[in-house]
T-cell receptor
């Protein structure tokens, strides 16, 4: 069964600290993995996409990694800010089957709270 | 921020009422989607569309219907609201194939009493 598991479920850190969020998936075949940030009361916004051949990709203070062999991804946030408080959702695409939504499998998200 | 708009933002309605959740995008995207999101749970696909006059049901069994008469407009209708329909509804659109990101609206929070 195609699944995306995220950990931890929630996380509280102090402003300025680093943190790492985990995403493990069992989606096959694998096409790409995307991290979204969802602020409270807003829709998710894409942070970064990882394809099979990419190991690391950065977007400002956000760095995503992908290990396609172990089917794991991580999102590292450096020097956290209060505005980083949000849910972070890992979404894995199993490919474009017949032109549908690309067989997107969503994780439940990690809720990050950054405290002053 | 993507130009995709959902109205209303919040809706409280009684059981049995008919409601329509509006979704519009100004990006000219062909692909549009409706998702249901409950707290702490993953997004579930309710309906999607590849373009005008194209609609398909998603993975989540739903008593809702959608229409796609214009590229920019993808409304979702509940003929008879029930308390089990209480949830957050997110509309999204995408430019092209599966590598393109989903652009989400800010959602409609529906409460059925």
């Amino acid at each position: 069964k195609n699944q995306v598991e995220q950990s931890p479920q929630s996380l509280i850190i102090l402003e300025g600290k680093n943190c790492t969020l985990q995403c493990n998936y069992t989606v096959s075949p694998f096409s790409n993995l995307r991290w979204y940030k969802q602020d409270t009361g807003r829709g998710p916004v894409s942070l970064t996409i990882m394809t099979f051949s990419e190991n690391t990709k950065s977007n400002g203070r956000y760095t995503a990694t992908l290990d396609a062999d172990t089917k794991q991804s991580s999102l590292h946030i450096t020097a956290s800010q209060l505005s980083d408080s949000a849910s972070y959702i890992c979404v894995v695409s199993g490919g474009d089957y017949g032109g549908s939504q690309g067989n997107l499998i969503f994780g439940k998200g990690t809720k990050l709270s950054v405290k002053p | 921020e993507a130009d995709i708009y959902q109205t209303p933002r919040y809706l409280v309605i009684g059981t049995g009422k008919k409601i329509t959740l509006e979704c519009s995008q100004t990006m000219g995207h062909d692909k549009m989607y409706w998702y249901q999101q409950d707290p702490g749970m993953e997004l579930h696909l309710i309906h999607y569309s590849y373009g005008v006059n194209s609609t398909e049901k998603g993975d989540l069994s739903s008593e809702s219907t959608v229409s796609r008469i214009r590229t920019e407009h993808f409304p979702l209708t509940l003929e008879s609201a029930r308390p089990s329909h209480t949830s957050q509804y997110l509309c999204a659109s995408r430019a092209g194939p599966f590598r393109s990101p989903l652009h989400f609206g800010n959602g409609t929070r529906l409460t059925v009493t």
